[in-house]
Nanobody
């Protein structure tokens, strides 16, 4: 299993920005794909964005143009930059890492968008 720690969540006003971090216990170069998911209150967990080992990036239609994903090999970290946040973006954001042997999740970080 890969240990993942998310950080960077918080309370932000509509239109604001946050950057979430996901720090991995292993080299992110060893991870097949790292993704971000979110779970709004009372709803299922949904896909947000991901980046593959080869650098392929995918972003959900609902956040494309506002959210972006990036990585820092030196810090073994993957980031989710969230701009122009809306109340519908509220939820717990989770980091997920997939290897050939494991599928790991972090504990999540709360993002609340409210005026």
């Amino acid at each position: 299993q890969v240990h993942l720690v998310e950080s960077g969540g918080g309370l932000v006003r509509p239109g604001g920005s946050l950057r979430l971090s996901c720090e991995a216990s292993v080299s992110i170069g060893d991870l097949f794909v790292v993704g971000w998911y979110r779970q709004p209150p009372g709803q299922q967990r949904d896909y947000v964005a991901s980046i593959s080992r080869g650098g392929d990036i995918f972003v959900a239609d609902s956040v494309r143009g506002r959210f972006s994903i990036s990585r820092d090999f030196a810090r073994n970290a993957v980031y989710l930059q969230m701009n122009d946040l809306k109340p519908v973006d509220t939820g717990v954001y989770y980091c997920n890492a997939v290897t050939t042997r494991s599928d790991s999740w972090g504990q999540g970080t709360q993002v609340t968008v409210s005026s």
